[in-house]
C-alpha cells in the first residue's frame, strides 16, 4: 500500500542536499525539482561567450491510484561575441524542449576568463565545464516513491490496456 499523497511528498523533499546540484520543491501537484546545470561566462583572446541550462522536473503524485508520472523541460541559451580576420560576430540561441527525456551532457573548457555560477556561489577562473545526467535528479525520486508503495502511472496504449 502506498504512502499518502504527504508523507511521499515529505520523503522527496527530505532528499534536498546542499551538496547536490539542484532542489526540489513543494507543489500542489507533487513536487518540482530545478537544476540550474549550467551558468557560465567566458572570455578568450578574440571573443566571449556564455551559455545558461536549466532542467525542471515536475513529478505528480496521484494518491488515489497510488501513481506518479514525471513531466521535463530544458532550456539553453547561448551567446555569443567573436572578433577575427573575418569580421565581427554576434551570436544567440535559445531552445526549449518539453516531455520526456533522458539525456547526457559535458563541457569542459580553458579561457582567460571564466565565471561559473551555481548553488554555492560564483566561482571565477580559467576553467569551466558543467556535467547532466536527467538520471541524477530523477532517479532518487524513483527510488523513494517506489519504496514508499507508489509505481509509475503507465501511458500510451498498453500502458491503459495492462498497466494501473
Keep these: 500500500m502506498?504512502?499518502?499523497f504527504h508523507e511521499a511528498q515529505?520523503?522527496?523533499l527530505a532528499l534536498n542536499?546542499?551538496?547536490?546540484?539542484?532542489?526540489?520543491?513543494?507543489t500542489?501537484?507533487?513536487?518540482?525539482?530545478?537544476?540550474n546545470y549550467a551558468n557560465q561566462k567566458w572570455a578568450?583572446?578574440?571573443?566571449?561567450?556564455?551559455?545558461?541550462?536549466d532542467y525542471t522536473l515536475w513529478v505528480v503524485l496521484d494518491e488515489a491510484n497510488g501513481t506518479f508520472s514525471f513531466d521535463e523541460q530544458e532550456t539553453v541559451e547561448r551567446g555569443g561575441l567573436s572578433a577575427g580576420?573575418?569580421?565581427?560576430?554576434l551570436?544567440?540561441?535559445?531552445?526549449?524542449?518539453?516531455?520526456?527525456?533522458?539525456?547526457?551532457s559535458f563541457n569542459l573548457g580553458a579561457a582567460i576568463l571564466a565565471k561559473v555560477t551555481d548553488r554555492q556561489g560564483d566561482h571565477v577562473g580559467q576553467t569551466y565545464g558543467y556535467t547532466f545526467d536527467t538520471?541524477?535528479?530523477?532517479?532518487?525520486?524513483?527510488?523513494?516513491?517506489?519504496?514508499?508503495?507508489?509505481?509509475?502511472?503507465r501511458k500510451g496504449l498498453f500502458g491503459k490496456l495492462f498497466g494501473a
Design 10 to 12: 515529505a520523503s522527496i
Design 28 to 35: 500542489d501537484a507533487g513536487v518540482v525539482g530545478r537544476w
Design 135 to 153: 538520471d541524477e535528479i530523477k532517479q532518487p525520486v524513483i527510488d523513494t516513491l517506489e519504496a514508499a508503495g507508489w509505481e509509475p502511472r
Design 85 to 89: 580576420g573575418d569580421g565581427i560576430g
Design 2 to 4: 502506498a504512502t499518502t
Design 91 to 104: 551570436s544567440y540561441e535559445r531552445s526549449t524542449f518539453r516531455g520526456h527525456k533522458k539525456s547526457y
Design 44 to 53: 578568450a583572446v578574440l571573443g566571449a561567450q556564455s551559455i545558461d541550462a
Design 17 to 26: 542536499d546542499d551538496e547536490r546540484p539542484f532542489v526540489y520543491e513543494a
